[in-house]
C-alpha cells in the first residue's frame, strides 16, 4: 500500500538555525499538510496546501514557517529561525480528493538545542 | 470553532475484554470524523472514518464505532482486546476541506 515517507527520522538542530523537513506524499494526492506535536501533547494542525498555494493556516504557522512543493514529489516545511519551543514530532499528511481521509506518514522529530 | 474532546487519558483493560473509548466532538456543519491510532514512535495510522450513511462504521483490526449526531459522540469500540492494541487513539474531526483538529489522545493499557 502507497505510504507517506518523511525524512529524516529524527534531525537535532542548534537554535536559531534554519531546517527544512522532507516529505513524499502519496503520488496520486492533490492535498498536502503539516501538523506537529509538541512531547505529550495533542496533534496540531499547521497548514494545508493545494494547487501549488496554501489553502489554511493556523496561528502556530507565522512568518518563521513556510512549506514548498519544489518538484511533482516532494513536499517540505522550513523553520527560518528554529525556537527552543519548535521541539516536536512534525507530521505530513496528504490525502487524494477532499472526501477521502488524510494518510500521515511516521513524523520528523525534531530537537532544537 | 471544532473541537475534539477524549475524557479518558488512560485505560486500562485485561486482554480478551472489551473496550470503548469516549470521543465528543464540535463542529458547526456534517462532520467527518476519525479515529487514527499511534504506536511509539510511529505515525498516525487510520482506524476508520465517518463521512456519511450508516451510523455503525467498521475499521480496521477488528475495531467500529458509532455515531450519534444527537450526543455529538463518535465512540470507538472494540469486542475483545489484544495486547497488541496497546497503543495511543487519536479521534479527530474535519469537514471536507481541510484541517483535522485532534483530540488530546487515549492512551489504551493492555494487560495479559
Known amino acids: 500500500e502507497p505510504e507517506v515517507t518523511q525524512t529524516p527520522s529524527h534531525q537535532v538542530t542548534q537554535m536559531g538555525q534554519e531546517v527544512i523537513l522532507r516529505c513524499v506524499p502519496i503520488?496520486?494526492?492533490?492535498?498536502f499538510y503539516w501538523y506537529r506535536q509538541i512531547l505529550g501533547q495533542k496533534v496540531e494542525f499547521l497548514v494545508s496546501f493545494y494547487n501549488n498555494e496554501i489553502s489554511e493556516k493556523s496561528e502556530i504557522f507565522d512568518d518563521q514557517f513556510s512549506v514548498e512543493r519544489p518538484d511533482g514529489s516532494n513536499f517540505t516545511l522550513k523553520i527560518r529561525s528554529t525556537k527552543l519551543e519548535d521541539s516536536a514530532m512534525y507530521f505530513c499528511?496528504?490525502?487524494?480528493?477532499?472526501?477521502?481521509?488524510?494518510?500521515f506518514g511516521d513524523g520528523t522529530r525534531l530537537s532544537i538545542l | 470553532a471544532q473541537s475534539v474532546t477524549q475524557p479518558d487519558i488512560h485505560i486500562t483493560v485485561s486482554e480478551g475484554a472489551s473496550l470503548e473509548l469516549r470521543c465528543n466532538y464540535s463542529?458547526?456543519?456534517?462532520?467527518?470524523l476519525f479515529w487514527y491510532v499511534q504506536s511509539p514512535g510511529q505515525g498516525l495510522q487510520l482506524l476508520l472514518k465517518y463521512f456519511s450513511g450508516d451510523t455503525l462504521v467498521q475499521g480496521i483490526k477488528g475495531f467500529e464505532a458509532e455515531f450519534k449526531r444527537s450526543q455529538s459522540s463518535f465512540n470507538l469500540r472494540k469486542p475483545s482486546v489484544h495486547w497488541s492494541d496497546a497503543a495511543e487513539y487519536f479521534c479527530a474531526v474535519g469537514g471536507g476541506g481541510n484541517k483535522l483538529t485532534f483530540g488530546t489522545g487515549t492512551q489504551l493499557k493492555v494487560e495479559l
Open positions: 463542529y458547526g456543519a456534517t462532520p467527518y
Open positions: 503520488s496520486n494526492h492533490l492535498y
Open positions: 499528511a496528504s490525502r487524494r480528493i477532499s472526501n477521502q481521509p488524510q494518510h
